[in-house]
């Protein structure tokens, strides 16, 4: 049986990491704050690993403002959302190996 | 082998996120049953209204002289006893609902008004804002029969399209809405009565059924 760890990516073991990505795949954009809320981190802490992401190409980060408050939004990238495909191919063929 | 676990959680936390990020989940079936209630009164005192002759043809107050109706004109509805309970029907309704999912949007501390919640209103008024309109022609064209089957196939579209961006099970309720509206076509004398069970019984019934399977550990 091919090895189905090397197609499981680094990048998304951080569960922060893993509900951006998640909450991304399924919204065409979201804000800081709403992503704050549903993973519940420290916004220190989600602005690292958005930091990460988005060094890897993985989102893409939108500066905006709603009135004078600053609306900072985040959307997916190709690239993003083809290693997340990936990764949860890789996750699945784990979890089915094990049956 | 330690790590299966911790794959499994990670997928489970995905699902979850998806779901989370992308519907309306703090729907309170506490407010299915409010608006259910709040349908049934309303209903009852329509029905009073009705059965006292209030709309007699003998009495004038649906149509003129020549037989014109008088809701031809739209300011005359507006003032209009059954227009008055319809409406505060709705607002009790929708207040009461509100309240209900804001108490439960607090206590699972989710923001009540978010984009899942703004996408959610959207899409319901859609089908809404396109009924409430054909109904105002329908009844300033005389055709009040056909309110009731219109108010509930145009709620029930709204509730089909609201389950993709709330809880899936409203789905269910849509099509309820949907097959008694198009069933009281035929009956246009029992309206009020199929209104009262689509409006009111299954509201009550769905809203239990949400209680129970999503709140009641609460």
């Known amino acids: 049986m091919k090895n189905p760890i090397e197609h499981l990516n680094k990048t998304f073991d951080s569960r922060i990491r893993l509900g951006i990505m998640s909450a991304l795949m399924v919204n065409a954009e979201v804000n800081f704050n709403e992503l704050k809320e549903l993973i519940q981190v420290t916004d220190g802490n989600l602005a690292s690993h958005l930091k990460t992401l988005e060094e890897n190409d993985y989102v893409k980060v939108h ?3 709603i009135g004078r408050k600053t609306n900072t939004t985040y959307t997916i990238t190709k690239d993003g959302e083809k290693a997340f495909k990936t990764h949860l191919d890789a996750l699945e063929k784990m979890i089915r190996a094990l049956d | 082998m330690p790590d299966a676990l911790q794959h499994l959680n990670d997928l489970k ?3 979850k996120m998806m779901e989370r ?4 989940i703090s729907l309170s079936g506490l407010s299915g049953v409010s608006a259910g209630i709040c349908a049934l009164i309303g209903a009852w005192f329509a029905n009073e209204t009705l ?3 209030y709309y007699s043809p003998a009495n004038g107050r649906m149509y003129d002289e020549a037989g014109v109706s008088r809701f031809a004109d739209g300011s005359a509805l507006l003032f209009n006893r059954l227009f008055l309970i319809a409406a505060a029907t709705f607002i009790a309704a929708f207040v009461l609902a509100f309240v209900f999912t804001y108490i439960r949007s607090k206590r699972a501390g989710l923001a009540i008004w978010g984009s899942t919640a703004r996408r959610l209103m959207f899409n319901v008024s859609i089908p809404m804002l396109a ?17 009731a089957p219109a108010c509930l196939i145009f709620y029930g579209l709204a ?6 961006y709330s809880l899936e099970e409203i789905r269910y309720l849509g099509y309820g809405e949907l097959l008694l509206g198009v069933i009281s076509c035929w009956f246009v004398e029992y ?14 019934i769905y809203g239990a059924l949400m209680w129970w ?3 009641r550990a609460d």
């Open chain 2, 21 to 24: 990020s992308s519907r309306f």
């Open chain 2, 191 to 204: 309206g009020l009565h199929f209104w009262a069970a689509g409006f009111g019984v299954l509201h009550i």
């Open chain 2, 13 to 15: 936390d995905i699902k």
């Open chain 2, 159 to 164: 509730l089909v399209n609201a389950s993709k």
């Open chain 2, 213 to 215: 399977r999503y709140e």
């Open chain 2, 131 to 147: 009924g409430g309109i054909f109904i105002i022609h329908l009844v300033q064209s005389g055709a009040v029969g056909m309110i």
């Open chain 1, 63 to 65: 500066k905006g403002f």
């Open chain 2, 51 to 53: 059965n006292a002759d």
